[in-house]
């Protein structure tokens, strides 16, 4: 065989391999929601929670159909689009500590539910889920409305975000301070990250804004790797780089929304998830945005299944887990990072 030859028999072979990945990921998050399915206070065994996927009526089928699964599939969707948000966050930004959060997405959500928190109640949580996305797409569109502005560089919008997370986290403790006991302790709930409340208008419409913008978002997946090379090299083969940065920063966003605005602040999976992937497959954004959804799923299944597991028939929190699980993490990539560029 010739060098010619062997070059695109090599790049078969690696195509396969990320195929292969996915195709793995994906029986991962299967076989992670099946384990999680068996999992619970209620004592349920596994032929019995079979039996009540397939059952009309009973108490094992209100508790698989009603709690169980809709917590399952919540738990599903925000692990892929806060994996897949942050694949994107870290290519646009060309920052491999990017997350969903760099921007004040985050904050701005928990401003958002902590003004409905206090000011309305937080009586249902639809009202507080509604501010919550709110404020998250408002705090998305200050950063476009300054990148425009100053042309879209990455230093201008990680700055900026940076300014809005201190602001709004100011804005938070303020209201926080003013609140009673039971609005601290909702508010402090909400920040540690829950699936308690899914439900199925929550999961349908959580997948159509986890969802929607993901073809568009795989369909500049190409871009992307251009993008990584620099906004020079990017722009001489063709790239409008500050078109794509503000379509692909409110793909992005609007997914995190989607995600933070039923589910609380989950943290570090953004981050951690796309590294991952990373390591495993590479950077081909062709196949780093889907895989990185799935890993980003299976972590938070873990996470969830762990949360229900460990201090049962108390619930910890799914935040706290991810947080135990990305901190790790989080200084690893500190210094494999200082060790490689610096």
Request: charge should be positive; include cysteine; hydrophobic fraction near 55%.
């Amino acid at each position: 065989m010739s060098a010619t030859d062997a070059i695109p028999l090599a790049y078969r072979r690696r195509t396969n391999a990320r195929l292969l990945f996915i195709v793995v990921a994906g029986l991962a998050v299967t076989a992670m929601a099946m384990a999680a399915l068996g999992v619970g206070a209620s004592g349920l065994s596994l032929g019995e929670v079979v039996r009540a996927l397939f059952a009309e009526s009973g108490r094992a089928h209100g508790i698989v159909w009603m709690l169980r699964l809709p917590r399952i599939v919540l738990a599903a969707l925000v692990g892929f689009g806060l994996g897949a948000a942050g694949t994107v966050f870290q290519a646009i930004l060309r920052n491999p500590l990017a997350s969903p959060y760099t921007l004040g997405v985050g904050s701005g959500a928990g401003f958002g539910a902590v003004t409905v928190i206090i000011f309305m109640g937080g009586m249902h949580r639809w009202a507080v889920a509604g501010g919550a996305f709110a404020c998250a797409m408002l705090s998305a569109a200050v950063i476009l409305a300054v990148a425009r502005i100053r042309q879209a560089s990455t230093e201008t919008m990680i700055l900026g975000g940076i300014a809005q997370m201190f602001l709004f986290s100011s804005l938070t403790s303020f209201l926080q301070y003013m609140g009673t006991v039971d609005q601290v302790h909702e508010i402090v709930f909400w920040f540690f990250g829950s699936l308690s409340k899914a439900g199925w208008p929550e999961i349908a419409l959580t997948a159509a804004m986890v969802g929607g913008p993901f073809p568009y978002l795989l369909h500049r997946a190409w871009d992307f790797n251009l993008l990584v090379a620099g906004d020079e090299s990017a722009t001489a083969l063709g790239i409008d780089v500050s078109r794509l940065r503000m379509h692909c920063i409110t793909a992005a966003s609007l997914m995190t929304a989607g995600c933070i605005c039923f589910a609380g602040v989950i943290g570090f999976i953004g981050l951690v998830a796309p590294h991952i992937t990373r390591m495993v497959i590479g950077g081909d954004h062709r196949y780093l945005l889907p895989a990185s959804g799935l890993v980003g799923a299976v972590l938070v299944l873990v996470a969830d299944t762990l949360g229900r597991t460990l201090w049962s028939p108390h619930v910890l929190p799914i935040g706290i887990v991810t947080a135990f699980i990305g901190v790790p993490f989080f200084f690893f990539l500190l210094l494999r990072q200082q060790r490689t560029y610096f």
